[in-house]
T-cell receptor, first 109, second 114 residues
């Protein structure tokens, strides 16, 4: 069993739909990261959170430390949101970053 | 502009020919790390460094070496590359102190070993 599991693996949506990607982890963490990887391959950090909720534009990330679960929400999705979204956790030791396998999101116009 | 740079971006080489992929950051970050990304396996950590002269193995260190002689640079060395090291490599850096420890990734290096 992977230490970081994401669901779904693939997600196709119509433009305008509300999207949720889930991440569960099994290790003690000091922070959880949501990353975005576009088809060109570059990786961008969207959020880093250790508790509660963060919002940036149409993106919202939440984390429940007790349940070891995080969600990434995209409101009013757009084709330019099409990318791979990766959940990663910084383990409590602070030295290791462990990644989920990613969720491929496709938003159709 | 705050950034992590990697060179080269693309490299095709042959088995056994030593190569170095450079990584440099301009944010004075203590922590630097190398990852490889393979289809179906996701991103995996190769080596990391908590500061100058301090390095440690990640999940898949076999066949790789690193050094951290200066804070800004963290080169990845493949002494004798093999075809199973064909992959997409990312360097990343971050500060150690919260709340400044967002990860910054380099643009990636696509390596093919024939």
């Amino acid at each position: 069993k992977n230490e970081v599991e994401q669901s779904p693996q693939n997600l196709t949506a119509q433009e305008g739909e509300f999207i949720t990607i889930n991440c569960s982890y099994s290790v003690g963490i000091s922070a959880l990261h949501w990353l975005q990887q576009h088809p060109g391959g570059g990786i961008v950090s969207l959020f880093m959170l250790s508790s509660g909720k963060k919002k940036h534009g149409r993106l919202i990330a939440t984390i429940n430390i007790q349940e070891k679960h995080s969600s990434l929400h995209i409101t009013a999705s757009h084709p330019r949101d099409s990318a791979v979204y990766i959940c990663a956790v910084t383990e409590t030791s602070g030295s290791r970053l462990t990644f989920g396998e990613g969720t491929q999101l496709t938003v159709n116009p | 502009e705050a950034q992590v740079t990697q060179n080269p971006r693309y490299l095709i080489t042959v088995t056994g020919k030593k190569l170095t992929v450079t990584c440099s950051q301009n944010m004075n970050h203590e922590y630097m790390s190398w990852y490889r990304q393979d289809p179906g396996l996701g991103l995996r950590q190769i080596y990391y460094s908590m500061n100058v002269e301090v390095t440690d193995k990640g999940d898949v260190p076999e066949g790789y070496k690193v050094s951290r002689k200066e804070k800004r640079n963290f080169p990845l060395i493949l002494e004798s590359p093999s075809p199973n090291q064909t992959s997409l490599y990312f360097c990343a850096s971050r500060a150690l102190e919260a709340p400044y420890n967002e990860q910054f990734f380099g643009p990636g290096t696509r390596l093919t070993v024939l």
